[in-house]
């Protein structure tokens, strides 16, 4: 390939500086020009600092004489595409599940290594981009298909705005519960940490009848227990409420 083309691919991919392509785009702009010289011009602009790789068969076209590191690409890009992906898979079927969901309550926006999204359809992992992946899992009521399931959780849950785009995530009580739900033992610290301020600062505004509805289901049982074990030495009182309704609908 004549440096002539090569200079005429990489005005062509300049002008869409700043934007996200799929390799088979940048293909058929090359093969416009030689189709023999595909994948070697692919690394060519790679090494060249225009082509920065996100993942598998995904690049972010970037301005060779800007400084910008991956992290920083990830940073402006990130919402947009789990937004694209939210819609594209769930429409509006989905919530943000976990620690990422309390996360977003305390005005944490920060972008997790791997977020979870609830849904009625399918569990699986997905690689979003480089290393932030996408946990999809569903919820299952014995007596309900996963759709009324989901339902069940869905109705709890209120959506954000996130750097200018609407995301569904659980409420304030369930991603109290979630939070406490199947933890690994690296991640118990920082999650009692998180409950720890919670209850500290908005005890008086947790919806107690949210847990009362989840017990009754059958669900999250052992959630509230460490909830009422964190409470006793922080607010007695809020812990006697939580006391109370674990008795109702399961065990000490």
Avoid at 230 to 241: C, H, M, V
Wanted: with cysteine.
């Amino acid at each position: 390939m004549t440096n002539t083309k090569t200079n005429i691919i990489v005005k062509k991919l300049l002008k869409k500086k700043g934007k996200i392509l799929h390799i088979n785009e940048i293909k058929k702009l090359i093969e416009d020009l030689d189709k023999k010289a595909v994948y070697k011009q692919i690394y060519h602009l790679k090494n060249k600092g225009i082509l920065l790789s996100l993942k598998k068969d995904l690049f972010f076209i970037k301005d060779p004489n800007l400084e910008i590191t991956q992290e920083e690409i990830i940073e402006q890009i990130y919402w947009k595409l789990l937004k694209d992906y939210t819609k594209s898979n769930f429409w509006q079927k989905y919530f943000i599940w976990w620690v990422k969901a309390l996360e977003i309550w305390n005005n944490n926006y920060s972008i997790p290594d791997k977020i979870t999204i609830v849904n009625p359809y399918k569990k699986s992992k997905t690689i979003l981009l480089s290393w932030k992946e996408i946990q999809n899992t569903t919820y299952n009521i014995k007596w309900l298909t996963p759709e009324d399931s989901f339902k069940k959780f869905k109705k709890f849950t209120e959506k954000f705005l996130i750097d200018n785009k609407n995301f569904i995530v659980a409420n304030y009580e369930l991603s109290l519960l979630e939070s406490l739900y199947n933890l690994s033992f690296e991640e118990e610290k920082y999650v009692y940490e998180i409950i720890k301020k919670n209850i500290r600062k908005n005890y008086k505004r947790i919806n107690t009848e949210t847990f009362e509805y989840f017990l009754k289901l059958g669900k999250y049982s052992q959630s509230c227990k460490k909830l009422y074990q964190i409470s006793l030495t922080i607010r007695p009182d809020f812990a006697e409420k939580l006391r109370k309704i674990i008795l109702k609908w399961s065990y000490l």
